[in-house]
């Protein structure tokens, strides 16, 4: 260790974390198990791909565990699929798998719908809490709501009465 650090003493902070005895947590860790071997770990056995799984572009191989049993599919699955065509420094990597997840929840009601069962919207967002506890804040999230759905219309009445 002497020798490299003469070797290589020109750079500044070389070798610092050579000597575990002088690492800044030192009286916390314990030097004898499998944390000090670190420099010898090995990749653990990979979970066997069995759905399709979306990938990264900086991370081609998929991690050691994932967690997928739920494949990407219909229409928020072709957006995922879109996103992950870029790179994850990138907002169209991240605003499409927004977008994805909006349209997953839409795609699950009409699900439920279809298989008779009727989602609790009232309940699953809360809003019965928002009445007892802040029923401005749920006076103003309906409202919002309201005003959008109204502009929606709007816009599509005025353009079947412009063609």
Not at 3 to 12: D, F, W
Not at 65 to 92: D, Q, W
Not at 123 to 129: L, Q
Request: glycine share 8%; proline share 7%; net charge positive.
């Amino acid at each position: 260790m002497e020798t490299l650090k003469s070797e290589y003493s020109h750079i500044k902070g070389w070798g610092i974390d050579n000597d575990p005895q002088d690492e800044p947590n030192y009286p916390m860790k314990n030097y004898t198990g499998d944390d000090h071997m670190r420099i010898r770990w090995k990749r653990p056995t990979l979970q066997k791909v069995d759905v399709e799984l979306l990938l990264s572009t900086e991370r081609p191989t998929p991690s050691a565990v994932f967690g997928s049993k739920n494949p990407p599919r219909g229409l928020s699955g072709m957006i995922r699929r879109y996103a992950f065509k870029y790179s994850e420094n990138e907002f169209k990597h991240w605003l499409p798998l927004l977008l994805a997840d909006r349209v997953d929840v839409v795609e699950g009601m009409i699900e439920d719908l279809i298989h008779l069962k009727f989602p609790r919207v009232v309940k699953e967002r809360g809003w019965y809490a928002l009445a007892k506890h802040a029923p401005g804040i749920l006076a103003r999230k309906i409202g919002v709501r309201l005003a959008v759905l109204a502009a929606i219309a709007g816009i599509g009445t005025y353009k079947l009465a412009k063609s």
